[in-house]
């Protein structure tokens, strides 16, 4: 049982390296880190469209329904995963105003609640309040708001990888 524990724990390494190495990646290039996830979803999302596309001319298969419908969703797949990956910097730049807009409409949906709840309305105020000014501050500064997320998330890979290694030391794996 030990020898299958260590094995299990030797195998953990190489991610737990890997985990710190991309975390100080994302920390350090972090607008090309986010432009190469988006590109790579582009890449997978292709990949799935164009896996379904070989589908319904391989072997059609009615267990997957309307077999047009499909190849329709396959096509815009493909189309939506070249998108992703020709206009990567694009969609990233545009990513934290959006996330701005809707955090300000929320905001103010939530004040506007607030003047038509009865009861206590401080809370709907105050939560109304902060969304609308977190959302007005990442549509002001949307860059600002990429390279936080991005600083936490380098952050957090670089932790998750320590404590790999902590774990594999602890119980003898190395």
Avoid at 105 to 110: E, K, P
Wanted: cysteine-free; proline content about 3%.
């Amino acid at each position: 049982m030990q020898v299958m524990v260590k094995d299990m724990l030797r195998r953990k390494l190489i991610p737990a390296l890997i985990s710190i190495v991309l975390g100080i990646v994302i920390i350090i290039a972090r607008k090309s880190a986010v432009d190469l996830l988006v590109k790579i979803i582009g890449g997978l999302i292709i990949a799935g469209g164009v896996g379904f596309i070989a589908m319904y001319f391989a072997r059609p298969n009615p267990a997957l329904g309307n077999l047009k419908m499909v190849l329709i969703i396959a096509a815009i797949m493909v189309v939506i995963g070249l998108l992703l990956i020709n206009y990567a910097g694009q969609i990233v730049d545009m990513f934290p105003t959006i996330m701005g807009i809707v955090l300000i409409l929320n905001g103010l949906s939530h004040l506007t609640m607030a003047g038509v709840e009865p009861g206590d309305r401080f809370i709907s105020v105050a939560f109304g309040i902060v969304t609308l000014a977190f959302g007005i501050l990442i549509v002001a500064r949307p860059e600002f708001i990429m390279n936080a997320l991005m600083i936490y998330i380098g952050i957090f890979f670089v932790v998750n990888g320590l404590m790999d290694l902590i774990l594999i030391k602890r119980l003898g794996g190395i």
